[in-house]
């Protein structure tokens, strides 16, 4: 018995999609455009997050110790800062490791090495996890015991949190009203559907179909406009990403890795799906409720 009422909607869906094939293609079309939409607004943000997990490694907070300081003493203290849940890495920089680094960095210094005294103190460096957590490290570093100086970007800690936070709200909008606009063009194609086939679904009613067996077509061709459309955006999103991501190899933004392009072209299917999903349970639903007008 199921499996009859599944060669039904099957069939029923395969027929009002070639009955139907102009209305059929514009709306997959339409809602491939919109998924490209949606979709490049998705890959902006994980590239988004790809970019400040990024920075976020190139974000430091150093803190110097006094110079009367031992070296025993300031090993210690690193263990309790190992400890605190902002940080990702923590590592002691002795002075001379700091010196070798300015030498590399500055050919200058090394040139005034025998003229002048390592001046640089002990330091430890730290890595947060996330760019909010820097201003709370900076400060509970400042507090430790030994601590004489810390440095650490502040400005450019708060600007991507801000930046970060004003991209992920301003997404959020966007994709909401690209959503509604794909779920009501979706709507408004099977209430066309509906419309050209009410007498065949009352008649249906009449002889004792479930609401189901007489949804269950346009569900299924809903479903359909939905995932054609998100496979259609995806072949212009991920290969479009790609290509952009090999440029961008050797640049200051790096975009989010291939692999996770496999889960977005999941994702997006499954999203054009529950799209196309969404609009026909609103039409169908409307359309079961009345009897129709049999002198239209």
């Known amino acids: 018995m199921i499996w009859d009422a599944i060669d039904f909607v099957c069939r029923e869906a395969a027929l009002q999609l070639r009955r139907e094939r102009l209305i059929a293609i514009s709306t997959v079309s339409t809602v491939a455009v919109l998924l490209v939409v949606l979709g490049s607004i998705a890959l902006f943000v994980m590239d988004l997050r790809a970019w400040t997990g990024w920075m976020t490694g190139q974000l430091e907070v150093w803190g110097f110790f006094q110079s009367d300081v031992p070296r025993a003493d300031a090993t210690n203290a ?39 005294d390592n001046p640089l103190p002990d330091a430890v460096r730290i890595k947060v996890r996330e760019p909010q957590y820097t201003a709370a490290v900076a400060d509970k570093l400042a507090r430790v015991s030994g601590i004489d100086a810390v440095r650490w970007g502040g400005g450019l800690a708060q600007q991507l949190v801000k930046f970060k936070r004003i991209v992920n709200w301003v997404a959020l909008v966007v994709s909401l009203l690209v959503l509604v ?29 479930t609401r189901t067996t007489v949804a269950g077509p346009f569900l299924l061709e809903g479903t359909l406009h939905g995932i054609l459309g998100a496979a259609l955006a995806c072949c212009v999103l991920v290969p479009a990403h790609m290509y952009l991501r090999d440029l961008a190899e050797h640049s200051f933004f790096p975009l989010a890795p291939d692999r996770a392009l496999l889960f977005f072209a999941l994702h997006l299917l499954l999203a054009g799906a529950l799209l196309g999903l969404t609009g026909s349970i609103f039409s169908i639903r409307r359309y079961l409720r009345q009897k129709p007008d049999w002198h239209r």
């Not at 606009?181 to 679904?201: G, Q």
């Not at 249906?204 to 179909?209: E, F, I, P, S």
Request: hydrophobic share 50%; net charge negative.
């Open 78 to 116: 690193l263990e309790p800062i190992a400890d605190w849940p902002e940080i990702q890495d923590v590592k002691f920089v002795t002075k001379e490791e700091a010196w070798q680094r300015q030498k590399q960095d500055f050919p200058s210094i090394a040139k005034l090495e025998d003229a002048i």
């Open 181 to 209: 606009a794909a779920v009501f063009i979706v709507h408004n194609t099977i209430r066309l559907a509906l419309h050209s086939r009410w007498r065949e679904i009352y008649i249906m009613q009449l002889v004792g179909a």
